[in-house]
């Protein structure tokens, strides 16, 4: 099901790290898709990208607005007896949260700032 859902993607896909196994890694990676998570208990260690490291904390802006969806905008499983319901609901909270003042965002751009021999990320 998990290659059905992704068989149009590339690029990377941040995950938790729960949802990794190798052969799932190796696959994706073969079609250009790269798997960003943090490391488990039972994994190596890697180096990792910053740029990946700094979005693998930000996910939790992501959770803010999937729970903002499913409960403010009631965007909750409840039991369509149609597609075409199911869709209308989808639509219509997805409308009701374009309404919304305040929207989470994630701040995309990193700066390297400081002298050539000292480098210092900004995040903020």
Known sequence: MFSNLTKDLFGKLYADK???SQSLFA???????HIVTGIRT???NRLMDVHDKIMLRK???IETINDMLKNVAHIV?????SVSNFMVNLLAGMAAYA???TKPSINMEFEMEG???VKQLTLF
């Open 77 to 81: 499983h409840t039991r369509h007896r």
């Open 99 to 101: 309404f919304y003042d």
């Open 59 to 61: 996910r939790s802006i």
């Open 27 to 33: 696959s994706l990676f073969d079609r250009g898709v």
């Open 18 to 20: 729960g949802y990794i």
């Open 115 to 117: 002298e050539a021999e």
């Open 42 to 44: 039972n994994m190596k």
